[in-house]
């Protein structure tokens, strides 16, 4: 997805927060780039973008993310729908008022996966509704790790072969 120029660079370590956007709410988790692993935060409830914001800017200054990272639904087949043009406003949003790098991790399905760990866990949908987008949250940033570490890894492959 192509982004402005005036960007910070993807930093390459440091505190990463991910936020699983919706309408009603929005999980968040949290993880170190370096050690690639997520861990589900908190999810922050209501509509009013300004309760919202006002709760990111809190955790961004209780947790000093070198960058941020917002799922991107897309449909199975891969295409754009009503919520990833939703989502990459949020995204934009977050950008244009925090100056953090902001990456997508495209998301399909994080919130059912979630809801069958919970369920997994001995955990009924309802009473564990609070922890679900937060859950969310951390499936996103942990497939988020795992691309880039992937990603990293063909970049070596590719340098090492170049220079044999």
């Known amino acids: 997805m192509p982004e402005p120029a005036n960007i910070p660079a993807r930093p390459q370590r440091g505190t990463v927060l991910a936020f699983d956007f919706g309408e009603k709410r929005i999980g968040v988790a949290v993880g170190e780039r370096e050690l690639g692993q997520a861990h589900p935060l908190t999810t922050i409830r209501g509509e009013a973008n300004a309760e919202r914001f006002a709760a990111i800017a809190a955790l961004i200054g209780e947790w000093q993310p070198a960058s941020l990272v917002v799922g991107l639904p897309v449909a199975l087949d891969g295409t754009a729908h ?41 955990l009924k949908a309802k009473s564990a509704r609070g922890n679900l987008d937060a859950l969310a949250a951390q499936i996103i940033l942990q497939c988020f790790f795992e691309r880039i570490s992937e990603d990293a890894k063909d970049h070596q492959h590719h340098a090492t072969h170049q220079a044999a």
């Open 82 to 122: 009503a919520m990833t043009a939703r989502c990459t406003r949020f995204a934009n949003q977050l950008r244009g008022r925090f100056g953090l790098a902001v990456e997508y991790a495209e998301e399909r399905l994080s919130s059912v996966e979630a809801e069958e760990r919970l369920r997994d866990c001995g």
